[in-house]
């Protein structure tokens, strides 16, 4: 872990805690959770908002607005005055949560951590064909399976390509040969009554 201290998530968010992480590493399956990257920030002069830009993995903001809304809905959420998607490609992922006035914006989104997708499990099964089969590996193993895989395939991959040079010499080689007699090749081919007979003569004379 000191080299690789956890996943490399492509959506980006906050790993929270490593216990599940270390598992995966050692057995090859594991658990861990994941939050959002959110800020409390001020929306207008008397209004204060959590503003998320970074989304645990395979979570999108349409599945996150949802929940806050069924949350809302259920009662279960308080304090939520409105939810604006302001995602763009320029700016990237912004999700801009509105907090009514007299709430904290921190409670709410300790509510919103426990009730929707801002924070999520993540978990590792780390299948590997190994010799024809399935088998769960930990990380230092699946290194090693799939250096070993690597090296068997550049070694049959350069040993393929030998092979067609070594083909491509030896023709190369008899064309130097006939180059440097041309005049008792081109006698052989018109004195054999067929290619075969052509070809026979050849190998047999150079």
Same mark, same amino acid.
């Given at each position: 872990?000191?080299?690789?201290p956890g996943p490399?998530?492509?959506?980006?968010?906050?790993?929270?805690?490593?216990?599940?992480?270390?598992?995966?590493?050692?057995? =090859?399956?594991? !658990?861990? @959770?994941?939050?959002?990257?959110?800020? &409390?920030?001020?929306? $207008?002069? +008397?209004?204060? /908002? *959590?503003?998320?830009?970074?989304?645990?993995?395979?979570?999108?903001?349409?599945?996150?607005?949802?929940?806050?809304?069924? =949350?809302?809905? !259920?009662? @279960?959420?308080?304090?939520?005055?409105? &939810?604006?998607?302001? $995602?763009? +490609?320029?700016? /990237? *992922?912004?999700?801009?949560?509105?907090?009514?006035?007299?709430?904290?914006?921190?409670?709410?989104?300790?509510?919103?951590?426990?009730?929707?997708?801002?924070?999520?499990?993540?978990?590792?099964?780390?299948?590997?064909?190994?010799?024809?089969?399935?088998?769960?590996?930990?990380?230092?193993?699946?290194?090693?399976?799939?250096?070993?895989?690597?090296?068997?395939?550049?070694?049959?991959r350069s040993a393929?390509?030998?092979?067609?040079?070594?083909?491509?010499?030896?023709?190369?080689?008899?064309?130097?040969?006939?180059?440097?007699?041309?005049?008792?090749?081109?006698?052989?081919?018109?004195?054999?009554?067929?290619?075969?007979?052509?070809?026979?003569?050849?190998?047999?004379?150079?």
């Amino acid at each position: 872990m000191e080299y690789v201290p956890g996943p490399d998530l492509p959506t980006g968010g906050t790993i929270v805690g490593l216990a599940g992480i270390k598992d995966a590493y050692l057995t =090859g399956r594991g !658990s861990f @959770k994941t939050r959002a990257k959110v800020s &409390v920030e001020a929306i $207008t002069a +008397r209004k204060s /908002g *959590l503003v998320v830009t970074e989304l645990p993995y395979l979570v999108g903001p349409e599945r996150v607005i949802e929940k806050i809304k069924d =949350g809302v809905t !259920s009662k @279960k959420l308080s304090g939520i005055s409105d &939810v604006t998607d302001l $995602t763009d +490609r320029t700016h /990237g *992922l912004r999700l801009v949560i509105g907090i009514k006035t007299g709430f904290s914006p921190l409670a709410v989104l300790e509510q919103l951590y426990r009730y929707t997708p801002l924070e999520d499990s993540f978990n590792i099964n780390a299948v590997a064909l190994v010799d024809g089969g399935p088998q769960t590996l930990g990380l230092r193993e699946l290194l090693s399976v799939y250096v070993g895989h690597r090296i068997e395939v550049v070694t049959r991959r350069s040993a393929y390509r030998l092979a067609r040079r070594k083909e491509r010499l030896h023709l190369v080689e008899g064309l130097l040969v006939a180059i440097v007699d041309i005049d008792e090749v081109i006698q052989v081919i018109r004195t054999s009554d067929d290619t075969e007979q052509a070809r026979t003569r050849l190998i047999d004379v150079f």
